[in-house]
């Protein structure tokens, strides 16, 4: 059985494509069966990410009805597979709803799981994928207005059917992550499934069109990612992952999951 979990925030770059690719390369480089796929119509950039900005089939054509899902999806780092958007904006628009439900449908039979990139915010484009999901994953930066941020974004994907699982806290720094996250818990109501660190290597690789987790796989984003990709797939992180040194985001990871598994 597949499990679709979709990538959202209220406010847009906070990292949603990033976790996007990052978490579905190393879930496919744990053996899982992943697709990743670009909901964010409008900034398009999870194939631009990592060079496949010229492919002939994107998401597009198919919601479009002018495609099989089947010709969209690409061979990505890692194993990953990878349905990436079109950069206009008109086909997906007028398209029905319910036609990516359909499209999910043929798409995700042979997947463990599917990982989709919403867009940021309030629009018609950003519910569908919020209402496909199994579980919502809200994606915040470590600030007090991502509270309220992730909040309008909960409400909306309960509104439409989605379940929101948790939030993760990218960029985190060790000033910041300890003070968000206990408040994220207490008045979102929202578990922190993970945080991320504030790291360089994230850009460095994204400027070389390669996921970080395979650019630099010992850098505290990389091993971070693992962790909360490890903790996606309920595979255990001691075993499978490699550990981080004792970082403030090692300490954070113990408070927020003791007791939790
Ligand atoms: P979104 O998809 O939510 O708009 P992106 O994933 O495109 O956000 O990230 C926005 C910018 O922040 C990009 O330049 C990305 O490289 C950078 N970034 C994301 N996560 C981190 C991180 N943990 N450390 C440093 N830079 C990051
Ligand atoms: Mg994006």
Same mark, same amino acid.
């Given at each position: 059985?597949?499990?679709?979990?979709?990538?959202?925030?209220?406010?847009? +770059?906070t990292?949603k494509?990033?976790?996007? &690719?990052? !978490?579905?390369?190393s879930?496919?480089?744990?053996?899982?069966?992943?697709?990743?796929?670009?909901?964010?119509?409008?900034?398009?950039?999870?194939? %631009?990410?990592?060079?496949?900005? @010229?492919?002939p089939?994107? %998401? $597009?054509?198919?919601?479009?009805?002018?495609?099989?899902? $089947?010709d969209?999806?690409?061979e990505?780092p890692?194993?990953?597979?990878?349905?990436?958007?079109?950069?206009? %904006?008109?086909?997906?628009?007028?398209?029905?709803?319910?036609?990516?439900?359909?499209?999910?449908? @043929?798409?995700?039979?042979? !997947? @463990?799981? !599917?990982?989709?990139?919403?867009?940021? #915010? &309030?629009?018609?484009?950003?519910?569908?994928?919020?209402? /496909?999901?199994?579980?919502?994953?809200?994606?915040?930066?470590?600030?007090?207005?991502?509270?309220? *941020?992730?909040?309008?974004t909960?409400? %909306?994907?309960?509104?439409? +059917?989605? $379940?929101?699982?948790?939030?993760?806290?990218?960029?985190?720094?060790?000033?910041?992550? #300890?003070t968000?996250?206990?408040?994220?818990?207490?008045?979102? #109501?929202?578990?922190?499934?993970?945080?991320? =660190?504030? *790291?360089?290597? /994230?850009?460095?690789?994204?400027?070389?069109?390669? =996921?970080?987790?395979?650019?630099?796989?010992?850098?505290?984003?990389?091993?971070?990612?693992?962790?909360?990709?490890?903790?996606?797939a309920?595979?255990?992180?001691?075993?499978?992952?490699?550990?981080?040194?004792?970082?403030?985001?090692?300490?954070?990871?113990?408070?927020?999951?003791?007791?939790?598994?």
């Open positions: 059985m597949v499990r679709v979990f979709t990538f959202a925030s209220g406010k847009g +770059g990292g494509t990033t976790m996007t &690719i990052n !978490l579905g390369t879930l496919a480089k744990f053996g899982k069966r992943t697709c990743i796929m670009d909901a964010d119509i409008g900034m398009a950039n999870l194939g %631009l990410s990592i060079g496949l900005e @010229d492919v089939v994107t %998401l $597009h054509e198919v919601l479009a009805g002018k495609a099989s899902i $089947h969209a999806v690409y990505g890692g194993g990953v597979q990878v349905v990436p958007s079109g950069i206009s %904006l008109q086909g997906f628009q007028q398209s029905d709803p319910e036609r990516l439900r359909d499209v999910l449908k @043929d798409l995700t039979e042979r !997947l @463990d799981f !599917l990982l989709i990139d919403a867009p940021a #915010g &309030i629009s018609r484009d950003g519910v569908v994928p919020l209402a /496909v999901a199994d579980d919502v994953i809200l994606v915040v930066n470590p600030e007090l207005s991502a509270i309220v *941020d992730a909040m309008k909960k409400i %909306l994907a309960e509104v439409v +059917g989605g $379940h929101v699982r948790g939030a993760i806290i990218n960029r985190a720094t060790a000033e910041s992550a #300890g968000v996250s206990q408040k994220m818990e207490k008045v979102l #109501g929202a578990r922190v499934i993970g945080l991320v =660190p504030e *790291d360089q290597n /994230v850009k460095k690789a994204a400027s070389a069109k390669v =996921p970080v987790v395979i650019k630099y796989p010992t850098s505290g984003s990389s091993v971070a990612i693992r962790r909360i990709a490890a903790g996606l309920g595979i255990s992180y001691d075993k499978e992952v490699m550990e981080p040194k004792d970082s403030f985001i090692d300490r954070f990871t113990k408070v927020i999951f003791r007791g939790k598994r």
